[in-house]
T-cell receptor, first 112, second 115 residues
């Protein structure tokens, strides 16, 4: 069956450390993958998109990697801050179905 | 990033009435818009995909006569929940993208409560 899993439901880290979130998928061939941030009661906010032929993307304190062999994407937030606390979602876009499939999300809490 | 505006952000309606939710792309032309439903502490569930000028494609299990979607222009899509029931109470979110390989941007979401 097709699945997208994000490493854990909740992740607590100390301020200043690097947060690493995982997105694993099975039985998909994504054309690209996106990461979003969602705060309670709000719609997701787009962060980064990485295509199947790209290994890594960076934006300020954010970094995304994409390994199509391992079927995994890693999302890193360096020098994390309490304001980074939110739920982070990964979403695959599959050219076969032309739609986005979302992971379950990881709730990140950065402790001051 | 691009801006997608969703309105209203909250709505309370009585059982049996209809509610319309609007989704607008403010600074780009959205060839495709998506409608999602999200239950508490769960991920987004795709309800339907709409391309401008075409009928929406609904996901399995989503009643097209109950959730009417119109994508009449490149900047506006609407979702109408008809004959609303309390079990339709949920968080509804739209997203839009400009091209096939473009990022999808989300609206702020609409909290619907049916009493």
């Amino acid at each position: 069956s097709q699945k997208i899993e994000q490493n854990s439901e909740a992740l607590n880290i100390q301020e200043g450390k690097t947060a690493t979130l995982t997105c694993n998928y099975t039985n998909y061939s994504p054309a690209y993958l996106q990461w979003y941030r969602q705060d309670p009661g709000r719609g997701p906010v787009f962060l980064l998109l990485i295509r199947e032929n790209e290994k890594e993307k960076r934006k300020e304190r954010l970094k995304v990697t994409f390994d199509t062999t391992l079927k995994q994407s890693l999302f890193h937030i360096t020098a994390s801050q309490p304001a980074d606390s939110a739920t982070y979602l990964c979403a695959l876009f599959t050219s076969g179905t032309y739609k986005y499939i979302f992971g379950t999300g990881t709730r990140l809490k950065v402790l001051a | 990033g691009a801006v997608v505006s969703q309105h209203p952000s909250r709505v309370i309606c009585k059982s049996g009435t209809s509610v319309k939710i609007e989704c607008r792309s403010l600074d780009f032309q959205a060839t495709t818009m998506f409608w999602y439903r999200q239950f508490p502490k769960q991920s987004l569930m795709l309800m339907a995909t709409s391309n401008e000028g075409s009928k929406a494609t609904y996901e399995q299990g989503v009643e097209k006569d109950k959730f009417l979607i119109n994508h009449a222009s490149l900047t506006l899509s609407t979702l109408t929940v008809t004959s609303a029931h309390p079990e339709d109470s949920s968080f509804y979110i739209c997203s839009a993208r400009e091209g096939f390989l473009s990022e999808a941007f989300f609206g702020q979401g609409t909290r619907l409560t049916v009493v």
